[in-house]
């Protein structure tokens, strides 16, 4: 039984591992990743307390991957081409979308200081990163949406959250 418990997390990991690392094997990939990057470890070092400029932080991230990711719906001769399955769009445009209204509810949010009702949650959402950080390579159509893929970046959110938030805790003591 617990042979069986450490292959399957075993086996999601090296899914996630596949999840990160693929941005990196494509150079076309690194100018969207990167900055994700980069923002997610400026709101850890952002304090814990919701904020204005968490919400700026979060929304220019989630802006710029929901940009990234939206560059593959126009061809190279200036039309746009979204993909549909049976009349619905795909996750891929689905999810751009959102992340693109998010992005832009937070970045105004930041600015003017004032969250519209129900949103407040924008000053809180530094770790929201880790989630577009592990979604890229499939938002970006180098991998498909799968189960484990899912699966796996689930199983180990709260693992990566407690690392990440003892790192930076430990930086900024």
């Given amino acids: 039984m617990i042979n069986s418990i450490v292959s399957e997390i075993s086996a999601y990991w090296r899914t996630l591992w596949v999840l990160l690392e693929t941005p990196f094997n494509h150079s076309s990939l690194m100018w969207g990743i990167v900055p994700l990057y980069f923002g997610w470890i400026t709101n850890e070092f952002a304090s814990d307390k919701r904020s204005f400029n968490t919400a700026m ?58 969250y519209p009702k129900y949103c407040s949650f924008l000053g809180h959402a530094r770790f929201a990163n880790y989630v577009m950080i592990c979604i890229f390579a499939m938002q970006s159509n180098y991998l498909a949406w799968t189960w484990d893929r899912l699966i796996a970046i689930v199983v180990f959110a709260v693992p990566v959250w407690v690392v990440v938030y003892f790192i930076f805790r430990g930086c900024t003591s």
């Fill in 57 to 114: 932080q979060s929304g220019f991230s989630f802006l710029w991957a929901g940009l990234h990711w939206s560059q593959i719906y126009f061809k190279k001769g200036g039309g746009l081409s979204l993909v549909f399955r049976d009349g619905l769009p795909t996750i891929n445009v689905m999810v751009t979308l959102l992340v693109l209204i998010i992005g832009i509810t937070g970045l105004i949010s930041g600015i003017r200081k004032r």
